[in-house]
């Protein structure tokens, strides 16, 4: 069986390295590797019964995973021993302590002229024209992204029975910084700024960024959210289990903790103009709705006109700070949901908004804004990365309450439209002025709520996801908006 698999090679010339390894259980196996190895229809068979392990009178071969082909010439230099990082592990009694301890300590020194030397290849690749030389890191990043959709895709039709066994995975022992010195796929020697270590969430290997640079949510044993980071074999693996872990253990999935928007919670008094979470920012909506609906019971004047509401394709919900004097700056986060066409509400969106006036106008105020998105041209602008606003409007806030009318023109990468804008303010502002404003999708926010790093907002809100739990507080409050009218 040995001599077998050392004549496995890939092309006329080139040559799987073979290490010889007496108690070594291995746990993953590249996809390139996979895919080459299949030309030899006992290869299975072998792995599985190295993989319940081996006696010390019966040594396996094994091809690692991280280990490209090599020419033949360097063929015979790998069997001596295992590579680590410009030396070989000999065979015999040497262990990995003694033979890590034995490596140059790095110094500053090297640190500084390993930068000098990446900062020259690059200046000389700019100042040569090689533009091919600049822009092959971004190819060879997309090509292996799609050989990794095209393997993922693979590994669910032929692994879906082995999707249980990762659901049920728990959290691994992550290995100390000492025990790798290099990158454990592409053997890349770390570097403290060039090329730092990364820790895979889900099987604890240390790896490069270049190696890490998938988010994947992970299962629930691992008490988690949010996508987390893990290496490209891992994300390879989990990727078949990301549409039920996005419905079990993402953010959107659970239910809303803080649902009270009455005097009784000190949160509900004010709502702050950055929210750090999605939840804050549908708690900060639920609470504007409710707030701005007792304002138009009180004073029916001030409220949103029923035929208005009844035209809304969506509404954009935002807390917004503003302050200066003649000339006004004003930063705030909120979100956005699209009415479909059966009267249901579409999952949330999150905004952040930044801006700039200038008029007879002075003083600070806090502000919850409620956009009514009037077509579907204005749900399309905000389903954009980004889009611009320019308007002009009065305002006036004294005490606890205040209010503004305004009228704006929007325009961005997914449209123009244009969109009324209902306010209350608390604080002490008046003026009238013309206000521009840049309002971008929180397209990082997005994908730690739902667990999708490659979420759209156009994919929240055009699309047909379903409705997250964690927003049931927000359809409530629009439901009971609704009935008043």
Not at 358 to 363: D, L, N, R, T
Request: aromatic share 8%; glycine share 10%.
């Amino acid at each position: 069986m040995e001599e077998e698999i050392k004549s496995l090679s890939v092309g006329a010339k080139l040559q799987y390295p073979k290490i010889e390894l007496e108690d070594y259980e291995p746990k993953i196996c590249s996809p390139r590797i996979i895919l080459h190895i299949q030309v030899y229809d006992g290869f299975h068979k072998d792995v599985e019964d190295c993989n319940r392990g081996s006696s010390d009178n019966d040594k396996r071969v094994w091809i690692p995973v991280s280990v490209p082909p090599l020419p033949e010439n360097e063929q015979l230099e790998w069997n001596r021993g295992f590579y680590v990082n410009g030396g070989y592990l000999p065979d015999g009694d040497l262990g990995w302590n003694e033979c890590i301890g034995e490596e140059k300590e790095m110094t500053m020194w090297d640190v500084v002229l390993d930068m000098l030397l990446t900062a020259r290849g690059k200046v000389s690749a700019l100042a040569s024209g090689d533009i091919h030389g600049c822009s092959i890191s971004w190819i060879s990043s997309h090509l292996l992204e799609q050989a990794w959709k095209e393997m993922a895709q693979t590994l669910t039709d032929a692994n879906f029975g082995k999707m249980k066994e990762i659901l049920e995975s728990e959290p691994p022992k992550w290995l100390p910084d000492s025990a790798a010195s290099a990158c454990m796929l592409c053997n890349v020697r770390f570097h403290p700024i060039m090329c730092s270590r990364h820790h895979c969430r889900f099987c604890g290997g240390i790896f490069c960024n270049g190696c890490s640079r998938g988010r994947s949510l992970l299962p629930s044993k691992f008490r988690t959210g949010d996508p987390q980071r893990v290496c490209d074999v891992c994300c390879v693996r989990l990727e078949p289990v990301q549409t039920c872990l996005m419905s079990q253990v993402s953010r959107a999935a659970q239910s809303p903790t803080h649902d009270l928007t009455d005097l009784s919670t000190l949160r509900s008094w004010l709502n702050f103009p950055w929210g750090q979470s999605m939840e804050y920012e549908i708690y900060k909506a639920n609470n504007t709705i409710q707030g701005y609906s007792k304002v138009g019971c009180l004073a029916p004047e001030k409220s949103i006109p029923s035929a208005v509401l009844k035209q809304a394709k969506g509404f954009a919900i935002l807390t917004v700070a503003k302050v200066g004097l003649m000339v006004t700056y004003n930063v705030g986060t909120g979100l956005v949901v699209a009415r479909r066409e059966d009267g249901s509400w579409s999952p949330p969106s999150a905004i952040a908004s930044v801006g700039i006036g200038w008029g007879a106008q002075g003083g600070g105020e806090v502000t919850d804004f409620i956009i009514v998105l009037r077509t579907n041209s204005a749900i399309k602008t905000f389903s954009g990365n980004a889009h611009l606003s320019v308007g002009a409007g009065l305002s006036a806030a004294v005490g606890n309450v205040g209010r503004a009318a305004e009228a704006d023109i929007r325009a961005g990468d997914g449209g123009y439209a244009a969109c009324y804008t209902y306010s209350c303010s608390k604080g002490a502002f008046a003026g009238c002025s013309i206000q521009g404003n840049i309002v971008k999708t929180r397209a990082q926010e997005n994908s730690r709520f739902y667990g999708n790093p490659s979420i759209s907002a156009a994919d929240i809100l055009l699309g047909s996801m379903p409705r997250p739990p964690a927003a049931s507080a927000l359809y409530q409050a629009l439901s009971e908006l609704y009935k008043k009218h």
